[in-house]
């Protein structure tokens, strides 16, 4: 069993449709992180919790909304997304929220593709 | 703010060549920095990593070393295997205050092995 698990790991949406992506992480850390891969452009953090708190939204639109109801589980609700939203969606997680020393775990992605 | 900056890719070898990827960085304070790898299908996993300027991040035969002077952190290995083909990402990351946990990526190196 992976230490950071995502499902599903490929949705198709329709613009008007709501979805979510789940993330579940067996690895006893205390926060976690959404990341954007889109096509030719570098990772892109998008969300972090620690201890179930957001600590960081980096300037992402609203029809992506996070929710983190414990440590273990990270969820991003999708609503009336854009074709260019089309990526690959990241979660990852780490102790205590460092970077010195706390290595980040990454999941397998899902894969969304609006259409 | 911060930045990677990874050779342009892709990068094409034959099994047993050397390889070395560029990576330099700009940022504030001391980072620490990250090579991942993504392999076609799955998540990022974590290369190696180093954590302060002069330390040798090791795995796999791959190896980096921080160089704060030339801001570099490049990626090496003597002889690469086609199981070594995948998509490589330049990462670094502060930890501690409001920026613990967000890593700042390169736009990644493809590298294909041919037997």
């Known amino acids: 069993e992976t230490g950071v698990t995502q499902t599903p790991r490929h949705l198709v949406m329709g613009m008007t449709n709501k979805k979510s992506l789940k993330c579940e992480q067996h690895?006893?850390?205390?926060?976690m992180y959404w990341y954007k891969q889109s096509a030719k452009k570098p990772l892109e953090l998008m969300f972090v919790y620690n201890f179930k708190e957001q600590t960081e939204n980096n300037s992402v639109p609203s029809r992506f909304s996070p929710e983190c109801p414990n440590s273990s589980h990270l969820f991003l609700h999708l609503h009336t997304l854009q074709p260019e939203d089309s990526a690959l969606y990241l979660c990852?997680?780490?102790?205590?929220?460092?970077?010195?020393?706390?290595?980040?775990?990454f999941g397998e992605g899902s894969w969304l593709t609006v259409v | 703010g911060d930045s990677v900056t990874q050779m342009e890719g892709p990068v094409t070898l034959s099994e047993e060549a050397c390889l070395t990827i560029n990576c330099t960085y700009t940022a504030t304070g001391y980072p620490s920095l990250f090579w991942y790898v993504q392999y076609p299908g799955e998540g990022l996993q974590l290369l190696l990593k180093?954590?302060?300027?002069?330390d040798k991040g090791s795995n796999k035969g791959f190896e980096a070393t921080y160089r704060k002077e030339t801001t570099s952190f490049h990626l090496e290995k003597g002889s690469v295997q086609v199981s070594d083909s995948a998509v490589y990402f330049c990462?670094?990351?502060?930890?501690?205050?409001?920026?613990?946990?967000?890593?700042?990526f390169g736009q990644g190196t493809i590298l294909t092995v041919h037997p």
């Open positions: 180093a954590t302060k300027a002069d």
């Open positions: 990462a670094l990351g502060h930890a501690g205050g409001t920026s613990y946990g967000k890593l700042t």
């Open positions: 990852a997680s780490s102790q205590e929220g460092g970077v010195r020393g706390n290595t980040i775990y």
């Open positions: 690895l006893g850390h205390n926060a």
